[in-house]
């Protein structure tokens, strides 16, 4: 076989640089154009359509949008406006539609004429999808005709035609992503849906039509109170203590909307977006918002002598406790830091929005004495909260300091110390704890029995929360240290999550890098699994953004057949594997918990590295799970009634005690 010849700097030309043209690059790297080829970078694409559909809407050519999910996954999306432009570009020589959909960066949101506000500024958006699609088709109503493209993984594969006469204006593009780039296609309703209701909330007015061919249903998208509604929508599982405060205001071209209601609870939801875009890092306009609230508040509560001159200022904590806020910026250049879009860096937006909510907000207040002093009333007792709370954690620290290795005593730790090769098993029951023990690799797996009943941390204080001995447990165990005023910044939002701002426990000191949720399959497995959740998605939200917590998932059935046993993780998977067992009347047990498993069996099955399954828990949708958290375990009764009324008929597995 002849050797492969070596490239040198001597036989290294021109001629060996690959230019790619068209949308080649992007069929090669598709994940550098839409982030991933998994799920997620399926449905980016319809995004990056709708989203061109409510450029129109920001331009004010646009009222209504009609998505469909057709039966063989394809999608069509159809609105309203002006239609692509469909005459000769000057430059290339081809039909504008044709021009948008075939060439990287080229669209009219660069130059500012035919929009003077979106979202999709990198010009990648429908030519990204035309060239990730097995095919895609697009009808422009414009001037009184229907013309029609069909395009192929985003090549030409007819000419721009005229098919029919109309008298509607508007764009429909027909797309069906291709399954040499995602593999197979399949859709999720849900997600799609998310996306267009939250863009009915953004766009106020704006109707959006969803229809699923597969199931026959529609859904219409529109909210004429826009953000105000979004609030109330976030706030359905709390008890709000006030009605939704609204206010906007434009300066230059520059848009601002606020929408802020607080609740009954202790936790704190801010959502911000800029030109429709959801910025989950928050941004100038984030930090212009948290300025202002703190600012205001302070000097509304002294002006009303609500503070008296010996007690010191609210913290930002303090008066974003049980605030659910909304902020919507539009603007005519954003800037957004890294490629994800998630971040807003216009700096002059902060003062702008620091201006807007400080003028608003002082004139609510003073018109709305009432509501002043039930917000004013909430900071107080958060402030008050918040200093009981540096106090338990002082005597946490020094009753940790007294301790010979500063680790509770009920952790069998490991013996790397490396904390990246580490990891903990949160396990229940004091039986399972034990062949846990017996059966791990000491080496670098460490265990944790739960004892007792986690504490609910969404009902719970923060004084609170660290009197309990599960909890302070727990944290003292992971490494996690605690800081009295959540987020850790002084109301200016420069430091932590734009959105979940209780986090109480910092995570930089962590001992492990997998933290593995190992309980029980039935109710109270289930019911520890979503307590300890709560606890880390409120209060230590790094631990699953950064990819550290795991759900165990041991088996359900255990067959034995001759001597060897062979296992299942559900009724299907049983009933396929007794398909290929040989013996005639295999022995079938069902574990109800892992304390029925022998130490060698659980390490098998749950522990061992190359034959377990665990799950990684993710923060892919937080507004889904925050409503999840508050419904089920928040202190409102009806909402978490109507959740289990309306899922009912999906449960698969349902213990009845005593029944």
């Given at each position: 076989m002849a050797r492969k010849k070596k490239q040198t700097s001597e036989?290294?030309?021109?001629?060996?640089?690959?230019v790619l043209k068209g949308l080649e690059a992007v069929r090669r790297r598709p994940a550098m154009y839409i982030g991933t080829t998994g799920?997620?970078?399926?449905?980016?694409?319809?995004?990056?359509?709708?989203?061109?559909?409510?450029?129109?809407?920001?331009?004010?050519?646009?009222?209504?949008?009609?998505?469909?999910?057709?039966?063989?996954?394809?999608?069509?999306?159809?609105?309203?406006?002006?239609?692509?432009?469909?005459?000769?570009?000057?430059?290339?020589?081809?039909?504008?539609?044709?021009?948008?959909?075939?060439?990287?960066?080229?669209?009219?949101?660069?130059g500012g004429g035919a929009y003077k506000v979106s979202g999709g500024l990198h010009g990648v958006g429908v030519s990204v999808v035309n060239a990730l699609s097995e095919w895609l088709h697009v009808d422009v109503y414009r001037d009184g005709k229907i013309h029609h493209q069909e395009?192929?993984?985003?090549?030409?594969?007819?000419?721009?035609?005229?098919?029919?006469?109309?008298?509607?204006?508007?764009?429909?593009?027909?797309?069906?992503?291709?399954p040499e780039i995602f593999g197979e296609i399949e859709?999720?309703?849900?997600?799609?849906?998310?996306?267009?209701?939250?863009?009915?909330?953004?766009?106020r007015g704006v109707k959006i039509t969803f229809t699923n061919e597969k199931t026959g249903e529609t859904t219409v998208f529109q909210q004429k109170k826009g953000i105000q509604?979004?609030?109330?929508?976030?706030?359905?599982?709390r008890e709000p203590i006030h009605n939704c405060i609204y206010f906007e205001r434009s300066r230059g071209d520059t848009h601002v909307e606020i929408a802020m209601q607080y609740n009954g609870g202790y936790l704190d939801l801010i959502y911000s977006y800029a030109n429709n875009i959801h910025t989950a890092e928050g941004g100038a306009h984030v930090s212009g918002f948290k300025t202002a609230l703190t600012r205001v508040l302070n000097q509304y509560a002294r002006k009303a002598n609500l503070l008296k001159e010996k007690d010191r200022n609210f913290s930002g904590d303090d008066v974003r406790e049980g605030l659910t806020a909304v902020i919507s910026v539009k603007l005519t250049q954003p800037q957004f830091e890294g490629q994800t879009k998630t971040?807003?860096?216009?700096?002059?937006?902060?003062?702008?929005?620091n201006s807007v909510v400080g003028e608003a907000l002082n004139t609510f207040l003073?018109?709305?004495?009432?509501?002043?002093?039930?917000?004013?009333?909430?900071?107080?007792?958060?402030a008050r909260a918040r200093d009981a709370a540096r106090r338990a954690a002082d005597l946490v620290k020094r009753k940790t300091a007294l301790e010979a290795t500063g680790l509770p005593g009920t952790l069998w730790d490991c013996q790397e110390k490396d904390p990246t090769k580490c990891e903990l098993f949160l396990v229940?029951?004091?039986?399972?704890?034990?062949?846990?023990?017996?059966?791990?690799?000491?080496?670098?797996?460490?265990?944790?029995?739960?004892?007792?009943?986690?504490?609910?941390?969404?009902?719970?204080?923060?004084?609170?929360?660290?009197?309990?001995?599960?909890?302070?447990?727990?944290?003292?165990?992971?490494?996690?240290?605690?800081?009295?005023?959540?987020?850790?910044?002084?109301?200016?939002?420069?430091?932590?999550?734009?959105?979940?701002g209780r986090a109480f426990f910092s995570i930089e000191k962590l001992r492990y890098d997998k933290v593995i949720i190992m309980a029980d399959a039935d109710v109270d497995g289930a019911h520890i699994r979503t307590l300890l959740l709560t606890f880390f998605f409120r209060h230590m939200p790094d631990l699953i953004r950064d990819g550290h917590v795991y759900i165990a998932q041991p088996p359900l059935y255990g067959v034995k057949s001759g001597k060897e046993i062979l296992y299942a993780h559900s009724d299907e998977e049983l009933e396929e594997l007794l398909k290929t067992v040989k013996a005639k009347n295999p022995t079938i047990q069902r574990y109800k918990g892992l304390g029925e498993m022998n130490a060698d069996q659980l390490a098998e099955t749950t522990m061992d590295p190359e034959k377990r399954r665990i799950k990684r828990v993710t923060m892919e949708d937080a507004e889904t799970a925050d409503w999840m958290f508050s419904t089920l375990m928040g202190s409102e009764v009806e909402p978490r009634k109507e959740f289990i009324v309306k899922y009912a008929k999906e449960v698969r597995d349902l213990d009845l005690v005593g029944a």
């Open positions: 036989n290294y030309r021109a001629k060996d640089i690959r799920p997620r970078g399926l449905h980016h694409l319809f995004v990056e359509v709708v989203d061109n559909c409510i450029d129109e809407v920001l331009a004010g050519r646009a009222t209504e949008i009609e998505c469909v999910l057709h039966k063989d996954d394809s999608i069509s999306v159809t609105d309203n406006g002006s239609g692509i432009p469909v005459d000769i570009h000057p430059e290339v020589k081809r039909p504008g539609v044709e021009v948008a959909m075939t060439i990287l960066h080229a669209g009219s949101k660069f395009f192929a993984r985003g090549k030409r594969k007819t000419e721009l035609k005229v098919t029919g006469r109309t008298k509607r204006t508007g764009t429909k593009v027909h797309y069906r992503p291709d859709h999720d309703p849900e997600r799609l849906t998310h996306r267009l209701e939250e863009l009915s909330y953004l766009n509604a979004y609030v109330e929508h976030l706030n359905r599982s971040k807003l860096g216009n700096s002059e937006v902060e003062g702008l929005v003073e018109e709305h004495p009432s509501v002043a002093r039930k917000i004013i009333g909430k900071c107080i007792t958060a229940e029951g004091k039986s399972a704890a034990g062949s846990a023990k017996q059966g791990r690799d000491s080496r670098y797996q460490a265990i944790l029995p739960l004892r007792g009943v986690v504490l609910n941390t969404e009902r719970a204080r923060p004084d609170r929360m660290l009197k309990n001995q599960e909890i302070a447990t727990l944290a003292q165990a992971l490494g996690a240290e605690f800081r009295a005023n959540g987020n850790g910044d002084n109301g200016n939002g420069e430091n932590g999550s734009a959105e979940q």
